[in-house]
């Protein structure tokens, strides 16, 4: 894989014309669940249905609906706390997320972890981590472990432009770069952080470029463009899966909403939110590429918002319908007892 920035300007609309129009289809509609199902975990923590923290995917969709589309079966992926989007994506019921947003025993983590640590084997996802950083170490060893089983699978490890300044992370990358570890890293550049520009707390503002120094390929896309970071997202992972070593993808992307339900977001303006929304929404880019292609109509497109909809409603009224944890799940899943070798 080239070293290179991703400076191109192009329309999504001149994109990638090999996709099938199912497969377009299906990037719009996960994009749109995570959108819609966003929404409502906005609505429910508003209404005190969810406590403690809940930070929002809403602008960000692109960037791992595209990722997913890059991996195989038995590939790891592993986020911070920013995770619902992953977790949709994955595959993961939304009945689950919903309920263990609002602490529920129907949750994922049987209402314990909540909006910040929730899991599923089945579907390779490992978290939801509320440490910033704490992640990267993590995934890297999801990786180590694929190249000891030689598996043949990757592990996307993601983390934000605030993470990327964590000493942890370095150390993660050397170790990747060191071993050749299949591990595609995705800095999901929303360029704030939790509220401080980039400009302001980063030396170094083209994150792609933070592995050169060890060898690690590196490439900036944007992450406002679904089939733009699929494209990345295919080659970084057949990349890492030869054996060449790690790759640093860095999207760069943008939330609407705060870093959290609790940030008021005032160290930006309304208009520059606004204009990333008309400007460079994936959602509506993706749009235009299903209607110039001919793929879906108007009533296409406002019937799958409808579908999506109402998985989302059944999900919020699953979680409000499913009873909180009892007492007992206080000494449940603190120890696991290893098998004697």
């Known amino acids: 894989m080239v070293l290179a920035k991703e400076t191109r300007t192009r329309s999504p609309v001149n994109s990638d014309n090999s996709l099938e129009p199912a497969e377009l289809l299906r990037f719009y509609r996960d994009m749109l669940?995570?959108?819609?199902?966003?929404?409502?975990?906005?609505?429910?923590?508003?209404?005190?249905?969810?406590?403690?923290?809940?930070?929002?995917?809403?602008?960000?969709?692109?960037?791992?609906?595209?990722?997913?589309?890059?991996?195989?079966?038995?590939?790891?992926v592993i986020t911070s706390y920013r995770d619902h989007g992953h977790m949709l994506a994955c595959g993961m019921d939304p009945k689950g997320v919903m309920a263990e947003l609002t602490g529920r025993s129907g949750g994922y983590s049987r209402g314990k972890g909540g909006s910040m640590h929730m899991f599923?084997?089945?579907?390779?996802?490992?978290?939801?981590?509320?440490?910033?950083?704490?992640?990267?170490?993590?995934?890297?060893?999801?990786?180590?472990a694929h190249r000891y089983n030689d598996s043949g699978k990757v592990s996307l490890t993601y983390f934000g432009d605030g993470s990327a300044n964590q000493g942890q992370v370095y150390e993660s990358f050397n170790m990747a770069a060191l071993w050749r570890l299949p591990v595609v890293y995705i800095i999901e550049n929303n360029q704030y952080a939790m509220g401080t520009?980039?400009?302001?707390?980063?030396?170094?503002?083209?994150?792609?470029?933070?592995?050169?120094?060890?060898?690690?390929?590196?490439?900036?896309?944007?992450?406002?463009?679904?089939?733009?970071?699929?494209?990345?997202?295919?080659?970084?992972?057949?990349?890492?899966?030869?054996?060449?070593?790690?790759?640093?993808?860095?999207?760069?992307?943008?939330?609407?909403?705060?870093?959290?339900?609790?940030?008021?977001?005032?160290?930006?303006?309304?208009?520059?939110?606004?204009?990333?929304?008309?400007?460079?929404?994936?959602?509506?880019?993706?749009?235009?590429?299903?209607?110039?292609?001919?793929?879906?109509?108007?009533?296409?497109l406002k019937e799958l918002d409808r579908e999506v909809r109402q998985?989302?409603?059944?999900?919020?009224?699953?979680?409000?319908?499913?009873?909180?944890?009892?007492?007992?799940?206080?000494w449940t899943g603190v120890l696991i007892e290893a098998p004697a070798r």
């Open 33 to 76: 669940l995570i959108r819609r199902f966003e929404e409502r975990a906005g609505q429910l923590y508003g209404m005190g249905l969810i406590g403690g923290f809940c930070h929002l995917y809403i602008g960000q969709e692109a960037v791992v609906v595209g990722m997913q589309a890059s991996l195989q079966p038995g590939d790891s």
């Open 311 to 330: 998985v989302v409603s059944e999900a919020a009224e699953f979680a409000q319908q499913s009873p909180e944890p009892a007492a007992a799940e206080l």
């Open 120 to 144: 599923s084997r089945e579907k390779q996802f490992f978290g939801g981590h509320g440490i910033v950083g704490a992640q990267v170490p993590l995934g890297t060893g999801l990786a180590f």
């Open 197 to 300: 520009s980039v400009a302001r707390s980063s030396a170094q503002t083209e994150f792609y470029r933070r592995g050169e120094s060890l060898g690690i390929a590196g490439r900036q896309v944007d992450g406002m463009d679904v089939l733009a970071v699929r494209e990345a997202g295919l080659e970084a992972c057949a990349h890492a899966r030869a054996g060449q070593g790690p790759v640093l993808l860095e999207m760069k992307t943008y939330r609407y909403r705060g870093h959290s339900m609790s940030d008021p977001a005032k160290y930006r303006s309304k208009e520059e939110v606004e204009r990333m929304r008309s400007e460079h929404d994936p959602i509506e880019q993706l749009r235009d590429v299903l209607e110039a292609r001919g793929v879906a109509d108007q009533g296409r």
